[in-house]
Structure formats: C-alpha cells, structure tokens
C-alpha cells in the first residue's frame, strides 16, 4: 500500500514495487508549499478522471497511473470504495495526487501541518444515496467544517454525462464542487449526486429522458429537506439544472426557500437550441466557416433534419451522425418551456448569466426579472461564459478546453454563496 511521508517541508508519496510496476510511476516529492488543498474522499474512484495514460485499470477495482485531464494531471494510486487522500497542487507536474493511504484522516493532518493550511476550514464530505424510480443515485453531502449548518442547498448540474461534482470524463467542469465548497464556508451543507448512469448511480445515462432528470432531482430534493426540517432549502441549477431547478421550485413553493439560476433560459428547449446553432456558427474560426462554405453545409438545415428525425422516432437511444444519443432526451428538452414555473416562484431569486453565453441568451435576465412575481435579482457577468469562467477573447466553443483548467469564476461564487447566506436570516420556515 502506498505511503505520504511527511518531513522536512515536503510530502513523499512512497510507493510499492508493484504499484510502480502497474501504474509505471515511481515514488513523488512534493514540496509542502505546492499543496493547495487537502481532501480526504470516501472513495478514492471520485477523485480519478479523464483519460488513462500510461497505468492500469481493472473496471470497479483499481486504478493505479496517470490520469490525463483538461485540468491537469492526476497521479492515482486507489481502490474503488476505499478512502483516499486527494492533494491539489500548483505549478507541479500533476495538478492532482489522489491515493489510498492507511489512517487517511492522519496523512491528511499532517500534510495540512506542513502545507500550511488552516484544517478547520475544509469541509466535510459525507457520502449517501436516495432512491428514485427504484434506483438507487449516489451523491455527496458537503458541510461545513466547524460551523453549524445555517441552510441547506440541492446542487443541480448542466447537461450531459456528469457526476456529483458536474465533470464529465472528457470535461471535469467543477461547478457543482466549487459551489459546494463556496457555500460551506458560509454554513451552508449542500448535496451533489451523480446522474443516472453515471459514477456510482445506478440507471442507464442515455435512456434517461429530461423528464427522468426532473424526478431525480425531486427524489433528491425531498432526501435533502428530510436531513434538517428546521432549515430552510435552497435549489442552485446550472443550465439544464436551471430548467430543473426552475420547475422544481414551482412545484415545491412551500418547502422551497429560494433559488439561484445559473447560465439559465427563459425560452423552451427547441428556441434555446435553435439560438446556440446561431451563435455558434458565428463563433466559428476562419478556417471551419470557409470550409462549410466550400460544402454549402448549412448548420441551422442540418439542425432542422436532426430534429424532423428526432421527432419521428419514439425509442429512448437513437443513432445520429455515427453516435448514439439520448433521443428522449432531447425530445422532451426541446419541449420544455420554463415559463409557466417562473410565473409561479414567490420565493427569492437570483439569476446570473454571462454576457459571453454562447449557449443561453444572456438577454433572458431581462425575460426572468420581469416574469418572477417573487423579489429578483439578476447579474450579468461582461467577460463570464457559460461555462462559468471568464473568457475576455471572442467566445468560441472550441476555448472550453482552455477555460476548465481554471476553477468556476469567483465573483459568481462569492456572489451565490454571499446571496445565500442573506436569504437564511429572512428565509420563511419550510414545511416538515
């Protein structure tokens, strides 16, 4: 079993003779002072993501390597179900260490001693589960280390394949994570979960339809409320978690006390989509417009054909352009209008948007501030995208590689977590 040594101002990560043969890796110094951050993970597999190269990997059993991401490195030693302690590092060769130790709660103390960092203020993660539509979903609880917990907050994340932290195996975003931490340090505990399919939730990802996604936030929204039913609830949705978070607000008015819409749309799923094909045709560098141009190939025609072929198919995984997709999806996204729910939130809402959206009209602030009969605040970020990083070049979708090496942009952050913390002192007492 590996080993962190901690002396003399550096950590040691000491391996095994066969864990270096595995993984080929050999032993790592650290120098104290690179370590940004220190978490222990109840299961190490949560904190390993990207792409393999070079080590090993048995599926459901062990990953010992490199792990390639956008946002850096990983150097892995971990066993799935197993605690491990995760280091986050800065001008290092990997961005993170993420290893099963023995008394992983001890190595992570005194790499903290070494590093510097003030142990009271991590939060603490707990692991549980919920059920929906008889399956079983796995997610994170975030809490606050020392303080005691003032709210709670259901983290939703954006589309696609994304687990309890929003990251996706080509594109760890973090938005989900970064938030959660942010809350904590305001006494906020926060719940994250892994979609269907995804991580350690149970369910198949691409027969999951948005409406399935809904349910799941339901089922979660009513395991968090059950925790503290003294505390008020919050809902935070990040793109298709805005829509959720949105609907879910509407429908739970009495047990909701407020909601933060993040990169959110005012207009239905087929007007939002229609309005990306726009944006990002006019996004794209030089060289792909003039080869569209030489093929005459018309993306916003392209859209329409996918969308005739979407709507006449009825099953739930669909074969497009060479890819299987999660045609009910995609279906029911394209009709969803969250209108009609902003209409019903009479609980405080904050909506921030990024004027450099490639994905959502930053405009719909506009449509949200005038439609939410509850009180309303609403911030657009000049340079922000809808990634939640600040991009102050052209914004083109090919940059997203680029943007999710920095962590989710801070004033949004500060300016959820900061608007939270306000709406606990005011927040009316849920129902139990």
Not at 116 to 145: I, K, M, Y
Not at 313 to 322: A, F, T, Y
Not at 342 to 355: E, F, T
Not at 407 to 416: G, H, I, K, M, P
Request: proline share 6%; hydrophobic share 40%.
């Amino acid at each position: 079993m590996a080993r962190l040594v901690v002396s003399n101002g550096a950590v040691r990560v000491e391996l095994s003779r066969g864990e270096k043969i595995a993984g080929l890796l050999p032993n790592l110094d650290i120098p104290a002072t690179a370590v940004e951050d220190v978490q222990v993970l109840k299961d190490g597999f949560t904190g390993v993501t990207g792409m393999r190269a070079p080590g090993l990997a048995l599926p459901g059993r062990v990953r010992i390597g490199t792990w390639r991401g956008s946002r850096g490195n990983t150097f892995a030693v971990v066993n799935q179900g197993k605690p491990a302690v995760q280091l986050t590092l800065k001008d290092q060769k990997y961005r993170r260490v993420v290893v099963d130790v023995a008394n992983v709660e001890d190595a992570a103390r005194q790499v903290r001693e070494a590093a510097g960092l003030d142990e009271s203020a991590a939060p603490v993660l707990e692991d549980a589960s919920f059920q929906s539509d008889g399956l079983t979903l796995a997610g994170t609880w975030t809490l606050p280390a020392s303080e005691p917990v003032k709210g709670l907050a259901l983290l939703l994340p954006g589309s696609g394949e994304v687990d309890r932290n929003s990251d996706h195996r080509r594109m760890p975003l973090g938005v989900t994570r970064d938030l959660a931490e942010a809350l904590a340090l305001e006494g906020i505990a926060s719940f994250g979960y892994d979609k269907r399919g995804v991580g350690a939730s149970e369910g198949s990802f691409l027969a999951a339809g948005f409406q399935h996604n809904y349910d799941d936030a339901a089922a979660a929204l009513e395991m968090v409320a059950r925790r503290s039913p003294k505390l008020p609830v919050f809902v935070v949705g990040h793109s298709e978690g805005a829509f959720h978070a949105t609907a879910l607000a509407a429908h739970e008015r009495e047990r909701v006390a407020g909601v933060v819409l993040l990169s959110a749309s005012a207009h239905s799923g087929q007007e939002t989509s229609q309005w990306q094909v726009g944006q990002i045709a006019g996004a794209l560098p030089a060289f792909p417009r003039v080869v569209l141009k030489l093929l005459r190939t018309d993306l916003a025609k392209q859209q329409r054909k996918s969308m005739e072929k979407l709507h006449a198919s009825d099953q739930d995984v669909l074969r497009m352009q060479g890819r299987r997709m999660n045609a009910r999806w995609m279906r029911e996204f394209l009709q969803f209008d969250p209108l009609p729910f902003l209409k019903q939130l009479d609980m405080p809402v904050l909506a921030i948007s990024g004027g450099k959206d490639l994905q959502v009209n930053p405009a719909d602030l506009e449509i949200i501030a005038r439609t939410v009969p509850g009180p309303v605040g609403t911030k657009r970020i000049p340079d922000l995208t809808h990634l939640l990083r600040r991009d102050p070049r052209t914004p083109m979708l090919t940059d997203y590689k680029r943007q999710i090496r920095e962590r989710t942009d801070t004033e949004v952050l500060e300016t959820v977590a900061g608007w939270v913390r306000c709406q606990v002192l005011a927040a009316r007492p849920p129902v139990a």
